[in-house]
């Protein structure tokens, strides 16, 4: 199953606000998923993004692949970094 970082619409017509999720690859955008990592609100100024950085970096770690616009937020509140952190060997 390969399994994607990407966003899921939510709110009203004209007034989105996304939900990022883990969802299979397969599934519709606004379909099944398997967790919420966190919500998008691009309509908000500043836009308002409240990603929880562990959940993100542990689907990173298990090979999730964030969306473009996914691994944009994702470095936006660090999570990105966390990631990479977490990948570079250690210093001897």
């Not at 690859?25 to 990603?51: H, K, N």
């Not at 090979?63 to 936006?76: D, I, K």
């Amino acid at each position: 199953m390969a399994v994607k970082l990407r966003l899921m619409r939510m709110g009203k017509k004209k007034q989105p606000v996304y939900r990022v999720v883990a969802a299979d690859s397969r599934s519709p955008r606004d379909g099944r998923f398997i967790e919420i990592l966190g919500t998008y609100e691009p309509r908000v100024e500043p836009s308002r993004v409240v990603i929880d950085n562990a959940k993100a970096v542990r689907w990173l770690r298990d090979g999730a692949q964030p969306t473009e616009t996914v691994a944009r937020l994702l470095t936006q509140c660090g999570a990105m970094e966390e990631f990479t952190a977490s990948r570079a060997p250690s210093p001897s």
